[in-house]
């Protein structure tokens, strides 16, 4: 069993690396040859134990052979490329709890037919649609399993391509959402008949989705009970699993103390309620001497929790921890049931090799490697060992043994992982299964028929988290609570995995200490230095903004943020500071804001959060904390490379937007290489420019004014230039059509090498270095995987 899972496992995750899928061809052989071998295995042992390797070669090509067929069904049900942009109807069900983002509506929706220009189309899979709030137009309300006829407009999932970004069109496709898009508003919608207008609701809540129904109705109660109380977010993703309404204050608290697990609805609370149902319905059957004689209390009790334990992982929405944790729960309780004593280690590998054939792209989710492993650390942490001590001595090791083990594994999936984690939990993990969950859960089902008893309940599980949210923002408060740094490379990894299992090694291993060399390659391995005069420039993948990163040997500059979004979200910290830590940055020497549109500043504030700037250049100083101005003539130079700022002077010529021509436009010059920032400057300061400054502006590689308008990169300003490579900083698919046609052409005709982010991701050259130009690289083709929009 425990071989067998590990090859599926090994199967599952080895396709995830893959750039494309394999054909048909290669999966009917893979099948053939894997019965081939079953035959001949079971033929030539007769009933003796397989070879290790065999039995992890099968199971690794079970796996592989199916996340090959189910990432091939999730591929076909893509949105067709001559849909994305166009105005379709579409029919379906309402598939998730909606979500308020300010004055955007957000749910999942199952379309089951899709019109465009009155002809039926090919269904695409789920969608992610937004819905939102103008004025003259009030978003309906809308509720999970009601049947709707929509107008929207969708396009294929793209996110953001950067090194140590998050891949989001991963998430998205392991969720099976295959497009997303908005409802339209409009005056004269199409339609599919006669009779129905889109835009309407076609059938109230029926028997679809009842589960998801149970769901929202429990979220208005709880929301309704408690009011607008700051923690609420907290109750509710404990007793539906629904985190929507923590803030991200909450969520930055939690991360830095170790406890975001908490929030989840993991194996600790299901086996809580789990064994809260055991105990309970043991007790009543023992009452009943009949029952006992017709069947075990025992059994009785099995049969509850598992009952139980499956009734709580669906309020949970099936989320992978709380798919392990039912399965793991309904081995225990089976083998209790059959009166069969199961080993920890066999009982975990059944529970990984059971969620992995429910959903085999699980593997796609940080989530899924974080439980699995925190429990595998356990059951070879705690097993087999002599004496154990008392109760608070085996919670304290077990809290240290979670941390050391999935250190590792944070650094890499995060960049960054809780110091006080241990003294965290120890404390939290038993204040909220012991006292917060039950409160929770007995709260919400007294909302049922009492809603004055639940709603006391509920603000009884309120005030213990207000006691403990004391101590976790305590804690978060310190400096050194979360450690920051790189994400470790892949090698270092199986070398920290050996040095962990060794550390945590029974008392009789000899020299335990020495596992900590293998965490060492974790904390010390950099990235690679850049030599004295050279530059490495990053254009990065912010979607319909900008933000670049030039790092020297021993300095880093931020020009550009990108944009942040009404719901809070901002590439400063979402993009930018992951980069930077990727790049083992921990500070950024200056920050240079172009201008004041949303689309560059607008992740200013997250990533000072993030990382500190030690000085700040803008054109709009006035809104940037201890900034100061960007003016013509200031200089400087790093590690042997030359920056300049060429522009604003103090009198900026009229014409086009006087934010956009008033941008900070930076120079750099590494060796024979340079590569000139614009901003969003227009065509009345490429005049300026190219007046005052004539052939000085030449520059190797140019960042294109204003993202490709046609405002801008005038004939006479490229020529003046002269760039051998030009970077479109655009979003996929962008409202504003950039880069234009013709201005695309202007480049083209000057035999100009183009690129742009949202085709490449990010851009990243190597500025005087021997190389020079030759290599460009780009993230979204080097770091590809099948699930990627091409």
Same mark, same amino acid.
Not at 163 to 168: A, E, H, L, W
Not at 606 to 632: F, K, M, N, W, Y
């Given at each position: ?335 209790? +049931? ?61 809290q240290w043994l979670v941390t050391v083990s999935l250190f590792p594994a944070l650094l890499l999936l995060f960049q960054q992982a809780s110091v006080v984690a241990p003294l965290a939990n120890l404390l939290a993990v038993p204040w909220v299964s012991l006292i917060t969950v039950p409160l929770t859960l007995l709260g919400s089902i007294c909302l049922g028929f009492s809603a ?100 020297? %040997? ?28 990727? %790049? ?115 520059s190797d590689v140019l960042v294109a004014p204003h993202h490709g308008s046609r405002t801008s990169s005038t004939p006479v300003f490229l020529d003046a230039v002269s760039p051998t490579v030009a970077l479109f900083p655009v979003g996929y698919r962008n409202r504003y059509g950039f880069p234009k046609a013709q201005i695309v052409q202007r480049y083209v005709d000057r035999q ?24 460009? +690289? ?13």
């Open positions: 069993m425990r071989r067998m899972a590990l090859g599926f496992l090994i199967g599952t995750a080895g396709l995830q690396t893959l750039a494309v899928l394999p054909g048909r061809a290669f999966l009917l052989g893979l099948l053939f040859t894997l019965l081939m071998t079953v035959t001949a295995l079971a033929w030539f042992f007769r009933g003796r134990p397989w070879p290790v390797f065999m039995s992890v070669f099968i199971g690794t090509g079970m796996g592989f052979f199916m996340a090959s067929i189910i990432a091939h069904q999730l591929l076909a049900g893509a949105l067709p490329v001559k849909l994305e942009g166009r105005d379709v109807v579409v029919e379906g069900y309402i598939a998730s709890l909606p979500e308020w983002q300010g004055r955007r509506l957000r749910f999942q929706f199952v379309p089951q037919s899709l019109h465009w220009q009155g002809e039926a189309q090919t269904v695409p899979g789920k969608l992610l649609l937004s819905w939102y709030s103008r004025k003259g137009h009030k978003t309906p309300s809308v509720h999970v399993g009601e049947r709707w006829r929509l107008q929207v407009r969708l396009k294929r999932p793209h996110g953001f391509s950067n090194p140590g970004g998050f891949d989001y069109e991963a998430s998205l496709f392991q969720q099976g959402i295959r497009a997303k898009g908005y409802v339209r508003h409009v005056k004269n919608p199409q339609k599919t008949d006669t009779t129905v207008p889109v835009n309407q609701r076609l059938a109230p809540v029926g028997n679809a989705y009842q589960m998801d129904q149970l769901r929202e109705t429990l979220r208005t109660r709880i929301l309704a009970s408690l009011d607008d109380h700051p923690l609420r977010g907290i109750v509710l993703a404990l007793a539906i699993g629904d985190r929507q309404q923590i803030n991200p204050p909450q969520w930055n608290v939690l991360t830095r103390t170790g406890t975001s697990h908490l929030v989840a609805i993991s194996g600790l609370h299901v086996g809580l309620v789990a064994g809260f149902a055991f105990f309970l319905m043991r007790g009543l059957w023992c009452l009943s001497a009949r029952a006992v004689n017709r069947w075990p209390a025992a059994k009785a009790g099995a049969v509850a929790a598992l009952s139980a334990a499956t009734v709580y992982a669906m309020l949970a929405g099936f989320s992978v921890p709380t798919q392990r944790a039912l399965v793991m729960v309904a081995v225990v309780m089976l083998a209790i +049931i059959v009166q069969r004593h199961t080993r920890p280690s066999h009982l975990l590998a059944l529970a990984l090799l059971l969620v992995l054939m429910i959903d085999p792209l699980a593997v796609m989710s940080a989530g899924f490697w974080l439980s699995f492993g925190a429990v595998a650390t356990i059951v070879y942490g705690m097993s087999g060992r002599l004496s154990m001590n008392s109760y608070w001595w085996r919670w304290g090791r077990v004055t008893v639940g709603g006391w309940l509920l603000s009884l599980s309120t005030f213990s988290l207000d006691v403990l949210w004391w101590w976790l923002e305590g804690l978060a408060q310190w400096k050194l609570a979360a450690w920051q740094q790189m994400a470790p490379p892949l090698w270092a990894m199986p070398v920290a995995v050996v040095g962990i299992l060794w550390l945590l090694a029974p008392r009789g291993v000899p020299a335990r200490w020495v596992g900590l060399v293998g965490l060492l390659p974790l904390l010390f391995v950099s990235p690679a230095a850049i030599p004295q005069g050279q530059a490495r420039f990053t254009l990065l993948d912010v979607g319909q903004g900008l933000a670049a990163v030039v790092q020297t %040997q021993n300095h880093v500059l931020v020009f550009d943020t990108g944009p942040r979004f009404s719901s809070g979200f901002n590439t400063g910290e979402a993009v930018v500071a992951p980069y930077l830590r990727a %790049q083992g940055r921990r500070y950024v020497d200056m920050l240079v804001v172009s201008h004041g549109d949303n689309d560059h500043m607008g992740g200013v504030a997250g990533l000072r959060a993030a990382i500190p700037a030690q000085r700040v250049l803008s054109s709009v100083p006035q809104r940037i904390d201890g900034a100061e101005p960007c003016q013509t003539g200031q200089r400087w130079q790093w590690d042997g490379v030359m920056f300049t700022i060429l522009h604003p002077g103090k009198d900026v010529g009229a014409g086009g937007r006087k934010d956009n021509n008033h941008s900070c436009v930076l120079r750099v010059q590494a060796g024979e290489h340079s590569v000139l920032l614009t901003g969003d400057i227009e065509r009345a300061a490429e005049y300026e420019l190219v007046q005052m400054l004539g052939d000085r502006l030449a100009v090498r183009l690129f742009d982010t949202a085709q490449h991701g990010a851009i990243e050259l190597q500025l005087g270095s021997e190389t020079g130009l030759d290599r460009v +690289i780009t993230h979204r083709q080097q770091a590809a995987r099948y699930w990627h929009v091409k």
